[in-house]
Each structure stands twice: as C-alpha cells, then as structure tokens.
C-alpha cells in the first residue's frame, strides 16, 4: 500500500529558471498538500496536464526526492527514515531513467537481479517470464542501444519487476510506445493488479486512465483537485468522459487560482 499525507514539494528556481518560467519568486511549490491512498490489487491513476507535478509526487513516492513537507509511507515503511526497505519492495519506472546502452537486456537484467539479491535459479526464471511476456526473448543478447523505442521500453519495465515488487510505480509508462506495444504493456499492468500488486501510474493520456485505472487522482497545478472511480469522477462534473470532466476541473481550478 502506498500513503501520501500532505505532501508538499517546494524547489529552489536558479535565476535562468526564474527567467524561463516569467517569475520573481525563486521558489516554486511542485507539489501542494496533496494526499492519496493507493492499494492493493488495484491501479491508481495520477491524472494531469505535463508539469502538474505527477512525476515528482511518484519520485517522492519512489524516494527519490524528499518531501519539503508531509509524510509518505510504502508497504508500512517511511520513504525518509527506511528509504532502503522502500526500494526492496518497490519498482519504478520513468522515461527519463535509461539503461546502460552498451550493454544488453540479458546482462542488464542479471545484474539487477543480483543486486537486489535474487539467486540465479531466481533470476534465470524470472528472466524467462518476462523476456517471453514481452517478446524480448529474441533481442535478449543485443545491446540496448540497438533496440526499437517500444523494445528498449519493454526490457526496461521488465528490468524494473526483476525482484518481482509489491509495489509498482510507473511515470508514463506508454509514452511514445506504438499502439501494439502499448496495449502489451497495459495489459501487464491488469496482470500485476489481478496478483493482488499496488500499481500506480501518471499518465495525461485520458483514454488510458478510463479503461486502465480503478480510481483515478486529478492533479492540477500541484494540488489534487478530485479522487475517485471515474464513475464518481463523471457523476460529480455532471459530464459524460474523463476529457470532459478534467476541462471542467481545469477550468474551475484555474479561475480559484488567478
């Protein structure tokens, strides 16, 4: 289970980055007292528009960064004061986290499996689960730098679940992938849910969140501004889709804010 208690993120703005964002202010609030719960067996959405602060929430959440304020808690334990057991249980996944190019998904997956201290009977049948699931099975000996955009995606998802975590975070996790690798890549991720796993996931992609998540979180401006199933989402912006809905949340936000 994953539990965000008012968490705050405030960062330092250098002066070229006061100049490109057209502020005074050399601090800026990521993230405002936001707080959610995901649990298991089911996958929570972070929903919202690029720097809404989806993806430094899930740092946070991936210990990663430390929170200016508020607490977070993974599989009961404190993501500052036990950020190691966090990490144990845990898998996480961004776009701008690369493997190593030069070397291959075959030795990339060894490797962090022994590093999270899988014996080699382990890792070796693991290895097969998911270079067989996705279709790595063939590239396994190339190197990563040679990979198609959707295969480099696949080895690196399935490198991230070597130690097989209770906990999956992914921040985007069918950007830029073709249609038939992303729909290979959701799919697992139902897998993971139905093997009772805490998946949570950012995506500005409406059509995903609504097929893909049991409760959705709309973060706005760093704050999240509704939770709930998209049913409840719907019912409570009187709309008929999540795109509807996250106009009517944008705007109304929008208008409290200026």
């Known amino acids: ?33 936001l707080s959610l719960t995901a649990k298991p067996g089911e996958i929570y959405g972070l929903l919202g528009p690029n720097g809404a602060g989806k993806t430094t929430t899930l740092r946070c959440i991936a210990t990663l960064l430390k929170p200016t304020d508020g607490n977070i808690s ?17 898998s996480f996944l961004t776009n701008e986290i690369k493997l190593d190019p030069q070397f291959s998904p075959k030795y990339l997956f060894n490797f962090f499996g022994r590093l999270h201290k899988q014996d080699e009977k382990t890792i070796n049948d693991r290895r097969e689960k998911l270079f067989n699931y996705f279709g ?23 490198v991230s ?27 697992y991720l139902k897998l993971m849910k ?9 995506t500005h992609i409406m059509s995903e969140a609504e097929k893909l998540c049991d409760r959705i979180g709309i973060i706005i401006n760093g704050a999240l501004v509704m939770e709930g199933t998209l049913k409840e989402i719907l019912t409570s912006t009187n709309t008929s889709d999540l795109e509807d809905a996250f106009f ?10 200026a």
């Open 1 to 33: 289970m994953i539990k965000v208690d008012d968490l705050t993120k405030v960062y330092k703005l250098s002066k070229k980055q006061m100049i490109e964002q057209r502020t005074k202010k050399n601090m800026k609030k990521a993230v405002k007292n």
């Open 74 to 90: 993974v599989c009961g334990h404190d993501t500052v004061k036990d950020s190691e057991k966090v990490r144990e249980c845990i």
């Open 136 to 158: 790595i099975k063939d590239f396994e000996d190339k190197k990563y730098e040679e990979l198609s955009t959707g295969m480099k995606q696949k080895a690196s998802i399935a």
């Open 161 to 187: 679940l070597v130690h097989d975590p209770q906990v999956v975070i992914f921040d985007e996790p069918t950007n830029g992938l073709d249609i038939i690798t992303a729909r290979n890549v959701t799919d």
């Open 194 to 202: 139905e093997e009772g796993k805490t998946v949570i996931i950012s």
């Open 248 to 257: 009517e949340l944008y705007q109304l936000h929008n208008k409290e804010e």
